[in-house]
T-cell receptor
Framework: EDQVTQSPEALRLQEGESSSLNCSYT??????LFWYRQDPGKGPEFLFT???AGEEKEKERLKATLTKKESFLHITAPKPEDSATYLCAVQAGTGNQFYFGTGTSLTVIP | DGGITQSPKYLFRKEGQNVTLSCEQN?????MYWYRQDPGQGLRLIYY???????QKGDIAEGYSVSREKKESFPLTVTSAQKNPTAFYLCASSIQQTSYNEQFFGPGTRLTVL
């Protein structure tokens, strides 16, 4: 069964303390891996798409990387406004569905 | 501004009632989706539609119905057959479902059963 697992479930960082979020997947025929940010009570906001192993994307303090089995979302020198839940999703095989992980809740303390 | 709108933001339903959640997009996207989000669970697909007048069941379609009469609109009806409808409902759209395109989400509707 296709599966997407995110870790840790929750992460508390001091402002400026860099860290990484993990998204591991067990799917056949990965077509795309997607990162979203979700604030409480709001819809997910698209961040990145990664298509193949070795690919990297950056946006401000965020950098996403992809290997054959997992993706990392690196957060460099985070600020309190980076606090949110970060969701990972994959699209795989011949189907058109997205498979979502349960997310990592990030809290950045001033 | 282009985007996806959902209404209402909050919805309360009595047991036994059907309710309809609205989703409209002006992005000219072909595909539209409905997800349900519960605490501690990933987003789960209810229904999706690639073109007007066509839609397919997702993983948890029981107790839900949809229509796609216009490209920009994809309403979701939560019927009385849905035994546990209290959840956060998200509508999304993408340019074309069969290509490698990201989905964009609306702001969500929180449904509570009284």
């Amino acid at each position: 069964e296709d599966q997407v697992t995110q870790s840790p479930e929750a992460l508390r960082l001091q402002e400026g303390e860099s860290s990484s979020l993990n998204c591991s997947y067990t799917v056949s025929g990965l077509r795309g891996l997607f990162w979203y940010r979700q604030d409480p009570g709001k819809g997910p906001e698209f961040l990145f798409t990664l298509y193949s192993a070795g690919e990297e994307k950056e946006k401000e303090r965020l950098k996403a990387t992809l290997t054959k089995k997992e993706s990392f979302l690196h957060i460099t020198a985070p600020k309190p406004e980076d606090s949110a839940t970060y969701l990972c999703a994959v699209q795989a095989g011949t189907g058109n569905q997205f498979y979502f992980g349960t997310g990592t809740s990030l809290t950045v303390i001033p | 501004d282009g985007g996806i709108t959902q209404s209402p933001k909050y919805l309360f339903r009595k047991e036994g009632q059907n309710v309809t959640l609205s989703c409209e997009q002006n992005l000219n996207h072909d595909a539209m989706y409905w997800y349900r989000q519960d605490p501690g669970q990933g987003l789960r697909l209810i229904y999706y539609s690639q073109i007007v007048n066509d839609f397919q069941k997702g993983d948890i379609a029981e107790g839900y119905s949809v229509s796609r009469e216009k490209k920009e609109s994809f309403p979701l009806t939560v019927t009385s057959a849905q035994k546990n409808p209290t959840a956060f409902y998200l509508c999304a759209s993408s340019i074309q479902q069969t290509s490698y395109n990201e989905q964009f989400f609306g702001p969500g509707t929180r449904l509570t059963v009284l």
